[in-house]
């Protein structure tokens, strides 16, 4: 036993705010297994990753027990209450009661994963400094007996002065009954008054906190001593007098600077337990030990890292296209039976053109989302995703930033708004606002629906050697945004963003096998959002973009009697000239004509021109409108929109998409910021408006110049 | 001999910190500080990153916080 465990603080001392039900926070290191167990607890759904800091937002759970129930407050993964980077700071505002919206806690379920007790216990003991009630989950308990680890959970229960230790595992939901009876009562539960790790610092802070008054907690002294909170450290210069801080100091640390000493102290502390409680105790984890040697070999690490991108880019186009097929028969066939059922009128025009060829030509896309989220969550889910950020580092380096800010780029080929929150594990404000702005350029599962409709329609189907050449094509693209993204980060890095060199050290997370419900219930998740967008947003613009398109009506009986006796004579011209003059005299038309001076250097038409303007609340919508356009102003004998935009002439007869034109609009696309949420997020994540005015303005200039190059010097050759 | 001196495989006890660098106080955090056993795991394409694994876990930093660590290698036994 170690010293001043004896001692317990009174129930009746501990302050609840919330008295008609308890709110616990889940706290924990990174991987640890914490969102699993919340998952597990709450039953609710919300993503869980396996690489440092993915947890970023404040989730919130209900876990029913058998006589009451809790909530749950999921926090981001940390590793000390140092508050050194955004993530950090959050969990550290919520557990000290300073995040403003947020309770302070009654009480602490701490996430401990059994692999990594060195560092999970290096963490409790700085909580055990808040004096709140306080129990562990020892969670990862399979693994650690698959690599020869085996815990005494009661030596460590008494080894930490009684703070129950409850042994799980989220995989076979062993353990969960035990530890949810012991949340029933979890305020009742004792913390030592003095944690056993640093019973010197603990005493002097809870001396001082006394002398200052009631204002004054144990924690906020220690903060204050530990320069970890630099205005309460300000504070206590104040209150006792700088010599006096000076002094106590210098008796507590020596001369080391006051976060080294508490690692030196603390870890100290943990090793000695660690001897006690653990058998046996491994370097490095059997599992993961044999593939991870080969997955982080210099050489084999990088080919396997281009063959994975090269594996994601072929399955996108080749797995997906049966079944996009399907889809593409289903809504043409649909919109065909629907005019064929109901005769040619405004509501079947309304049914066909605006809401299936609208809707449709998004919803198509479907297939290959799925397949290139799929790999995205495989990939961080065994924790490969974590691992490139070592493999990364030297080309970041050239860019001016870390190995650090590969995670939140590689996951904003998923999504840039998931991406942005995940550079809050960026120490540094220069360099995270660097990977804020490079991120959005990485090619979005958004972008992948304008990608995939240009490329079928206008890169031919052809083999290069094993490749297909469409897939060659798209990791040209998201090359393309890659290095859009890197160019940024370098410019703003050796611009308005110099800074110090960032530096680089993360906690890489093992290779583990991912939870085949876990992949499965955030697929499911990924294909709902897809389509809840696609049958709201997408919805409501296709239904717009039709009416603006199919109305005013021209007169029929008018327009026919300028036409010249031999345009007559081919009903199917009269039928195709006519449907492109209503297009053309439409409000989206007459709209359309105006904004198309700006996009004509790019060899758009008001056509396209008009659909990508309708494309900046959210990329994607511009596919949609595409398809509504096309339809409504169709000739009769095109079916896909593919084979309706290869169709599509200038008044003078050329045709629009040239091959120069269709490179400019895939770089526009590949450049530009078409997405208000992402920029809505960037505001929140920078606290200012400056950098999301920036971000839109840039990549729009950018994107724009980009195509117009493009387009005219293509056109010149 | 510092912790950036080892070839991959090596196992060293960390005996003395330079604590002059923050970067090296966030390994510090991470746990690694002096008299605990570590192994040099990987190095990356240009000797640089390096991965360090310890009590079961693995770290990666780079080798300008490396030489912050002098280290005592242990003679491997096979």
Known sequence: MTEGTEVKIPVSGIEIRHKARESIALIGNPNAGKSTLFNRLTGLRQTTANFPGVTVEKHLGTVQLEHSAISLVDLPGIYSLDGNSADERIAVDVTLGRMEDTPRPSGLLVVIDATHIYQGLYLLEQLLELQLPTMVALTMIDAATANGISIDTEALQDALGGIPVYPVSSITGHGLDELKHGLEHVTSNKVPVIPASWPELSRTAQSVAQQLGPDWQRIDVIQALLKTHPELAGKLGQQLGTDAVIKLRSTLFGDAPPAAAEARQRYGWVKNIIAEVQEHTPLYLKMSARLVRWTNRPWPATLLFFAVLMLVFQ??????????????????????????????????????????????????????????????????????????????????????????????????????????????????????????????????????????????????????????????????????????????????????????????????????????????????????????????????????????????????????????????????????????????????????????????????????????????????????????????????????????????????????????????????????????????????????????????????????????????????? | MTLADLTPGDTA????????????????????????????????????????????????????????FKVKRIPSSD
């Open chain 1, 315 to 717: 399955a996108v186009f080749t797995w997906a296209t049966p079944l996009m097929d399907v889809i593409d028969g289903a809504s043409s066939n649909l919109g065909q039976w629907i005019v064929t059922q109901l005769g040619h009128n405004a509501f079947s025009s309304f049914l066909a053109d605006g809401v299936i060829a609208g809707v449709g030509s998004v919803i198509i896309f479907l297939p290959q989302i799925l397949i290139l989220f799929l790999f995205i969550i495989i990939l961080e889910d065994t924790g490969y995703l974590a691992r490139t950020s070592f493999l990364m580092d030297r080309v970041m380096r050239t860019v001016g930033l870390s190995g650090q800010s590969v995670i939140p780029m590689l996951s904003s080929f998923a999504c840039a708004v998931p991406a942005i929150m995940a550079t809050r594990v960026i120490p540094g404000r220069k360099d995270r606002i660097a990977t804020i702005l490079a991120a959005p350029f990485m090619t979005c599962s958004a972008r992948l629906p304008i990608y995939a409709l240009l490329i079928a329609a206008f890169v031919p189907d052809d083999s290069v050697g094993w490749m297909n050449l469409q897939g060659l094509v798209l990791f040209g693209l998201y090359l393309l945004g890659i290095l859009g993204g890197l160019g940024t980060a370098l410019l703003l890095k050796s611009t308005a963003l110099r800074g110090p060199k960032p530096r680089f050290m993360l906690a890489l997370p093992e290779f583990r096998v991912p939870n085949l419900q876990t992949v499965a219930i955030k697929l499911y998740d990924r294909g709902r959002i897809f389509l809840k967008r696609a049958g709201t947003v997408i919805f409501v613009v296709a239904i717009g973009v039709w009416v603006l398109a199919y109305y005013p009506r021209m007169d029929v009986a008018q327009y026919r009697s300028t036409l010249t006796a031999s345009q007559q004579t081919d009903p199917a011209n009269v039928d195709n000239a006519q449907s492109a003059a209503q297009m053309s005299q439409s409000w989206l038309g007459r709209i359309g004509r105006k904004i198309e001076p700006v996009f004509k250097p790019l060899g758009w038409d008001w056509r396209v021109s008009s659909a990508v303007v309708a494309g900046f609340p959210a990329r994607e919508v511009v596919v949609a409108v595409m398809g509504t356009i096309y339809a409504v102003g169709s000739d009769a004998d095109e079916q896909s929109l593919s084979e309706k935009l290869r169709a599509a002439k200038w008044p003078d007869g050329r045709t629009i998409f040239t091959l120069p034109m269709v490179l400019g609009l895939l770089v526009f696309y590949a450049w530009c910021l078409q997405c208000a949420a992402t920029l809505a997020t960037i505001r929140r994540e920078t606290n200012s408006w400056r950098w999301p005015i920036f971000a839109w303005t840039y990549m729009t200039t950018i994107g724009y110049v980009g195509a117009l190059v493009i387009y005219q010097v293509g056109s010149l050759l």
């Open chain 2, 13 to 68: 006890i960390l005996e003395q910190i330079d604590t002059s660098d923050p970067g090296v106080i966030r390994l510090m955090i991470l746990g690694m500080v002096e008299n605990i056993t570590v192994r040099l795991e990987n190095v990356a394409i240009g000797g640089d990153p390096l991965e360090v694994g310890f009590f079961g876990s693995s770290v990666s930093l780079r080798k300008e916080q490396a030489r912050h």
